[in-house]
């Protein structure tokens, strides 16, 4: 079974401050996602990583893959209240008919 | 350019009643996938179809059905309703498989209640 670990599962931070986001996964995948979900909101695209190494940034976020360790990190740097939200890894399993598994996500709570 | 479009964005149904939910794509998109989010278990991938074909499929019993029609549109139903079929529905759609680098464009979701 494809198991997608996040941690933390709950983030509460103060504004301005740095932390990272650890996406885990159990399978052989180049390919992940980032989503985040605001409160009775949808899902978000936030970044796509297709390859090992991958590095994609957005203004305070900033992702990365490898795809060796089966490893994401989504950074935040400086955080602000805007980025509360949950967010989301998501994984395609190549080996599982190439479905997506969702993380259970990261609560984060930026307090001013 | 209109995102996916879901309908109704909420239902109350009763125990043992059957529901069916609707999706529309974003324009030009083949892929639709559905996933049923609740606090418990997160977001779970139901099925997900491609040009009128049924791909994948997640482990949800076989009250749980879904199709795909030749504009994209999808619709999911499920049959004899639970308790615990009480969740929000998400549909997304992306342009190709979602293995092929296509990210997801989700809809607002049917928040579906079952007492």
């Known amino acids: 079974e494809l198991k997608v670990e996040q941690n933390p599962l709950f983030l509460s931070m103060q504004e301005g401050k740095n932390y990272t986001i650890y996406c885990n996964y159990s399978t052989t995948s180049d390919r992940l996602y980032w989503y985040r979900q605001d409160p009775g909101k949808s899902l978000e695209s936030l970044f796509v990583l297709l390859s090992n190494g991958a590095v994609k940034q957005e203004g305070r976020l900033m992702a990365s893959l490898d795809t060796k360790a089966r490893l994401s990190t989504l950074h935040i740097t400086a955080a602000v209240h805007d980025l509360s939200a949950t967010y989301f890894c998501a994984v395609v399993g190549m080996e599982y008919g190439n479905k997506l598994v969702f993380g259970a996500g990261t609560i984060l709570r930026v307090k001013s | 350019k209109a995102g996916v479009t879901q309908t109704p964005r909420y239902l109350i149904k009763t125990r043992g009643q059957q529901v069916t939910l609707s999706c529309s794509p974003i324009?030009?998109?083949?892929?639709v996938s559905w996933y049923q989010q609740t606090p418990g278990q997160g977001l779970q991938f139901l099925f997900e179809?491609?040009?009128?074909?049924?791909?994948n499929k997640g482990n949800f019993p076989g009250r749980f059905s879904g199709r795909q029609f030749s504009n994209s549109r999808s619709e999911m139903n499920v049959s004899t309703l639970e308790l615990g079929d009480s969740a929000l529905y998400l549909c997304?759609?992306?342009?190709?498989?979602?293995?092929?680098?296509?990210?997801?464009?989700f809809g607002n979701g049917t928040r579906l209640t079952v007492t």
């Open positions: 997304a759609s992306s342009l190709g498989f979602p293995g092929q680098n296509s990210p997801l464009h």
């Open positions: 324009s030009g998109h083949r892929s």
């Open positions: 179809y491609f040009s009128e074909t049924q791909r």
